[in-house]
């Protein structure tokens, strides 16, 4: 495997119900990251990690959990969730060198639909 | 907040040229990025800007004007591969990306 890998491609989950997605990255990269995507909307950046640590939780609600226990794998933890999260879950990585010219490489996102 | 525009779609025909504009208005600036996302797969890195002028890379260019606040991404020679969505994101800190809502251009026989 190369690059960014997501799993699930696909959930339907109901209300009540928890899951959880997975990322992992094979580029050597130290900076990972939690964007969703909904329709005709802009990429709206979730959390950020960097060399395992959490940098970044841009308001998010506690239904969704993150969790980065090494530098190449990201898990993102469901609960309690509503229609309205039904989205695309895209994951990130860069090399995580502060500056401009990090570049970010993403997965090819989990679709989850909410029930 | 941040605010990044750029036109919702646009149409063009195969070996055309297509410009997609970007404007931004942001806290910080340290580069901009442009993205290509063909539907239900993961955007992929086209180009970064962070001095002013031109950057070109084979059949796409982009352009940067930090005092304008505006950047647009060219491509040339259009293909009917190049039928995607194209997001344009602005740095303005260390690591993280603002993105527009992104552009979808359909090229046409």
């Known amino acids: 495997e190369t690059g960014v890998t997501q799993t699930p491609r696909h959930l339907v989950m109901g209300m009540t119900n928890k899951k959880s997605l997975k990322c992992e990255q094979h580029l050597g990269h130290n900076a990972m990251y939690w964007y969703k995507q909904s329709a005709k909307k802009p990429l709206e950046l979730m959390f950020v990690?960097?060399?395992?640590?959490?940098?970044e939780n841009n308001s998010v609600p506690s239904r969704f959990s993150p969790e980065c226990p090494n530098s190449s794998h990201l898990f993102l933890h469901l609960h309690t969730l509503q229609p309205e999260d039904s989205a695309l879950y895209l994951c990130?990585?860069?090399?995580?060198?502060?500056?401009?010219?990090?570049?970010?490489?993403f997965g090819p996102g989990t679709r989850l639909t909410v029930l | 907040g941040q605010n990044i525009d750029q036109p919702t779609e646009m149409t063009a025909t195969e070996g055309a040229i297509v410009q997609i504009n970007c404007t931004y208005q942001t806290s910080g600036f340290n580069g901009l990025f442009w993205y290509q996302q063909h539907a239900g797969e993961a955007p992929t890195f086209l180009s970064y800007?962070?001095?002013?002028g031109l950057e070109e890379k084979g059949r796409f260019s982009s352009f940067l004007s930090r005092s304008k606040g505006y950047s647009y991404l060219l491509l040339k020679e259009l293909q009917m591969k190049d039928s995607a969505s194209y997001l344009c994101?602005?740095?303005?800190?260390?690591?993280?990306?603002?993105f527009g809502a992104g552009t979808t251009v359909t090229v046409r026989a």
């Open positions: 990130a990585s860069s090399p995580g060198t502060s500056g401009g010219a990090d570049t970010q490489y």
């Open positions: 800007n962070v001095l002013d």
């Open positions: 990690y960097n060399f395992k640590e959490q940098t």
């Open positions: 994101a602005v740095r303005d800190g260390d690591y993280k990306l603002s």
